[in-house]
């Protein structure tokens, strides 16, 4: 059977608006399209293909698991889902392990624990949840309520209560808003979709202080930040301020769909049998995938090799830019970077990264005015090279036109 392109338009929901070309295969840093055409990737598949495309560890991790168990259901435990938890715990702050399916379930989890926690600690006026504008946290109903960008949530009827945002960065703005009635602050330790932003540690410090004066829980979303990508197995270390509960997904699985939310013993506690499930969280398949991931990334080498990639990455940026003076800062931490467009060229990014791919790059955008750059942890320097250099092309390109 023949698809392609357009096919999307005839049998897909149109809330997507893929690009024209249908990858088809995927090695390490590199994808080639129907047509046998071959791309470099800095998407990630959206800061997710952590180690890239077909990883041959973790091919190995699936296909042995393939041949073993796929789908228990949460009636019964099973092997990875165990290893796994016990690795994610032993390595941060937290003693238990939720697993759900992707980034949006993760939060969803921890949003429901913060409230029961607070209903079971302090009483059902403690239900306050505060996020930040821009943030991102998925697009179930709660997560894209508590998700800082109006335009995502509204439309689709009353939303759900009791959430409200503050300016990312404004710690007066944070303490004027919280009281006995906030019950936990969600945020991103480093914002992804809202635009590559990385806060002052000062700020994120006084958002932990603020939540130990109103015994509120401090959340931090890594769902994009985590795994790796800034240096650091999570953010969250890199500051030195720890969170209550975490949540990941996208690089925690490599490319197989899983998210986690990990907490204290004291916290987990409210989550009692019956309160919160998924029929697939903890899916074999994926965390036998996720350990494998886990076991790669979990290593000094790895996190220096990512801090090296980044110098060489935020290097030809910048000699890109001595030339062409199209960015007004190069932002972001290890293989999670932004190139914030200048004013000139506001709103433009995805004509940016359109360019790109036309010279043969995957990249992203991270809203209307910054170019998004996601590759594996280990993709090789002669890769960013080339990459950068069919990146110049494309700008060039833009700028001719
Ligand atoms: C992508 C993302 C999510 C949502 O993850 P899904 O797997 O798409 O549900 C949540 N939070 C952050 C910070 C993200 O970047």
Redesign the pocket.
Known sequence: MQVTRDTFNDVMVPNYNPAAMVPVRGEGSRVWDQDGREYIDFAGG?AVNVLGHCHPKLVSALHEQSNKIWHLSNIFTNEPALRLATKLSSATFADKVYFAN????A?EAALKLARRFALDNFGENKNEIIAFKQG????TFFTVTVGGQAAYSDGFGPKPGGVVHAEYGNLEMLASLMSEKTCAVMM?PMQ??GGIIVPDEDFVSGVRALCDKHQALLVF?E??SGMGRTGALFEYMNIGVVPDILTS??SLGGGFPI?AMLTTNKIAASLVPGSHGSTYGGNPLACAVAEAAFDIINSQEIFEGVRKKESLFRQKLEEINSKYHVFSEIRGKGMLLGAALSPEYQGRARDFMLAANQQDLMCLIAGANVVRFAPSLIIPDEDIVEGLARFERGIATLLSK
Do not use: C, L, P, T
């Not at 992707?102 to 379930?105: M, T």
């Open positions: 959206i992707s980034g949006a379930e939060n991102f946290h998925g697009r991103e992804g979709e979303d769902v994009q997904a996208k998210g």
